[in-house]
């Protein structure tokens, strides 16, 4: 990756040459702890055991994260390098001579170089996307969510406490209060940056590139593998394709919110899907011994986010029932559903307890938070779904269509026959579900979706995108299957997939020129060139100083919604504020940030700058304008801030010496009262 381009933004280090390292040592970490334990479990399919490698390796981790989280010990990368080895040994021990689960027949060359060349092609459209996006990955977000990404990956780095259950400690320097926030994502983020000597930036921007350049088209892959006939494997290829193009789901949560573990989810989703469906033939040995495996994918896939459950579940569910209703084969077979049954029991083990603090919490749920799109009419909210509007904060109106997928994924549910059924049903469903959401239908079930989805469109619609894109795929192959009948019966075979491959490529550089300018743009936003500063050379240089002068013990009042949250997350400076706005569990630091001008004359202020022993005071003039929630407001007194109430003008307060300036970023020492 190019240096980043000049700008008011910060690159935290890094060069183009290590950046491939980086990128090839998070691969590393995603692809062969799971591909191990797969392997040890008898998956000897290529595209199942790389699809569904990355879910399982982030299980791994999940299990060393749990353990570690319980004794009180380190999570450290050794301690998933052995617990990589102890699984494998144990899975293989369960399966004892079992043989495959899935089927191993051989896939024909054609169509395995087709589908090969066209996920390379997606890998390689994603890592340039980002290249040009980013420019370095040590290149941080601006994005108002990336704050408490890089917090958590920096604490489990920092202090080895990667317990899901307390992934967000609200004070970093104890632990305490915590609270459950889906971190799975940020394990990956924290073993590449302890193993690869860089920053943590580096590591969560090198996951965020693979989960799009390596996880999701190896996980379409697998999806394909299992789900359609083995001469159209390509269209795996040309889904991957269309994922590395599409702007919307995984683009978007960069761009407009940040939700980095949500669109993760998607895709890791099609991978672990294409585990959990039934082989042909289930003998109970082999399917014993795959049942951990399965265990650690889902408890991975749901590590990462707890939406990828309804993702993975409901697709996987909707596939078993409409194979049956499309009869090709029947799915119902006693041995795979005991299986799936015990690896059900064992995640809930492993994250039960984490889910719960988090449906304690209320987290994800719809009555916090207002509907992103308003109710439409069923003919108005058909168009939406079936036309596939980039939206969100690039296209606020709706108004761009993705007639280059919408009209593939159309075409590939005509075409779906017999075949391809199940596939079309499924998405079908999940379309519906959509539909249901922007004309606003309520129901128990409905309401379960709703909420897992935080009242969103873009993430309730997005769990059916891998079926959207899988056809897609379906449509290049049975076009490349009409087009090449006519040929004579030995040649049609060879000639399908190649040129299933060369229309895969053509949709890639044609779709690619309209698309990929727009999503280059939507990145430099957030990262290279962009519209709003929170972190800068600025924020960096204070934290240069404030590591090198901060005692043991004493503490540094700053705010949450500027760049100096990166003084912990760079130098370890032991900052209060991690979030943008302090929550209610947090209430010292909300009165702090609200009433420390009043320092001099307030024995209250005074009492909790003796009590958490604050020392020094960072604050940057120039943060992002945010709105407040409305009892955030009542109690600050304001509908929004850029500084917090209490942060303002400290040069006019008594007891207050400011030691240090760069740009916009001052830094105070207390001295009195």
Not at 339 to 349: F, P, R
Not at 492 to 499: D, E, I, Q
């Amino acid at each position: 990756m190019a240096p980043a381009v000049p700008g008011f933004t910060v690159v935290t280090g890094g060069s183009p040459a290590s950046d491939a390292l980086t990128l090839a040592l998070a691969a590393a970490w995603v692809l062969l702890p799971g591909a191990l334990v797969l392997a040890a479990a008898g998956v000897r399919r290529v595209p199942v055991l790389l699809g569904a490698a990355p879910a399982t390796s982030i299980g791994v981790s999940t299990v060393v994260a749990t353990l570690t989280g319980l004794s009180g010990t380190r999570f450290t990368w050794w301690g998933v390098l052995a617990a990589t080895a102890v699984l494998a040994l144990l899975v293989a021990a369960v399966r004892g001579r079992g043989r495959e689960p899935f089927e191993t027949g051989r896939t024909p060359r054609g169509p395995a170089i087709a589908a090969g060349v066209l996920v390379l092609a997606a890998g390689a459209t994603a890592c340039e996307l980002f290249r040009r996006g980013l420019g370095a990955l040590a290149t941080p977000t601006q994005e108002h969510d990336a704050l408490t990404h890089t917090l958590v990956a920096a604490r489990v780095l920092r202090a080895g406490d990667a317990a899901p259950w307390r992934g967000q400690a609200l004070d970093v320097v104890t632990g305490v209060p915590a609270q459950y926030y889906p971190n799975g994502l940020h394990q990956w983020a924290a073993l590449v940056a302890g193993t690869g000597d860089v920053s943590v930036v580096s590591g969560l921007n090198a996951t965020s590139v693979l989960v799009l350049a390596l996880v999701q088209p190896l996980g379409l892959l697998a999806l394909a593998a299992r789900t359609l006939p083995r001469a159209w494997l390509p269209a795996g290829g040309v889904a991957a394709v269309a994922s590395a193009l599409a702007y919307q789901p995984l683009q978007a949560m960069h761009h407009d919110s940040g939700a980095l573990p949500n669109a993760a989810a998607i895709a890791f989703a099609p991978g672990v899907v294409a585990l959990l469906l039934p082989p042909p033939s289930t003998p109970a040995r082999a399917v014993g011994g795959l049942v951990p495996a399965l265990a650690l994918a889902c408890a991975g896939a749901v590590t990462v986010h707890p939406s990828a459950a309804l993702t993975v579940g409901g697709g996987v569910l909707g596939w078993f029932v409409l194979d049956a209703v499309v009869g090709r084969r029947s799915p119902w077979r006693g041995t795979w559903f005991a299986g799936l049954a015990g690896a059900g029991a064992l995640v809930a083990a492993l994250v039960g307890t984490a889910l719960a603090r988090a449906a304690a919490t209320g987290g994800g749920s719809s009555s916090r938070f207002v509907r992103d799109v308003d109710p439409q009419s069923l003919p108005d909210a058909l168009h939406r779904v079936l036309t596939l509007p980039l939206q969100g904060g690039i296209d606020p109106a709706a108004t761009r269509e993705q007639w280059w997928l919408a009209v593939p994924v159309l075409l590939g549910v005509l075409l779906a026959g017999r075949r391809a059924g199940a596939a079309a049903l499924t998405w079908l469903v999940w379309t519906a579900i959509a539909v249901a959401y922007l004309v606003d239908l309520r129901g128990p079930g409905l309401d379960l979706v709703w909420d897992s989805a935080w009242n969103s469109y873009y993430r309730v619609v997005a769990h059916g995108s891998p079926w959207a894109w899988l056809l897609a795929g379906v449509a290049v192959v049975r076009l490349a299957d009409l087009l090449t009948g006519p040929l004579p019966a030995r040649v049609a075979p060879r000639g399908a997939p190649l040129l299933a491959g060369a229309l895969g490529l053509a949709l890639l550089a044609g779709a690619g020129s309209d698309v990929l300018p727009t999503e280059v743009r939507a990145l430099r936003e957030r990262y290279a060139d962009p519209a709003y500063q929170r972190v800068d050379a600025d924020d960096a240089a204070a934290a240069r100083f404030l590591a090198e002068h901060v005692r043991p013990g004493q503490r540094v009042l700053n705010s949450g919604n500027d760049g100096s949250t990166y003084a912990y997350v760079l130098e370890g400076v032991p900052v209060l504020a991690t979030t943008a706005v302090p929550t209610a569990p947090l209430p010292d630091l909300r009165t702090l940030l609200k009433r420390f001008r009043d320092l001099p004359t307030d024995p209250e202020v005074q009492d909790l700058v003796r009590r958490h022993d604050v020392a020094w005071v960072v604050v940057d003039a120039d943060a992002p304008g945010l709105p407040l929630r409305p009892a955030d407001a009542a109690f600050f007194g304001v509908p929004g801030y850029s500084v917090p109430p209490g942060l303002v003008d400290l040069d006019a307060v008594a007891g207050l010496r400011r030691v240090f300036t760069s740009g916009t970023v001052g830094v105070w020492q207390v001295t009195g009262p």
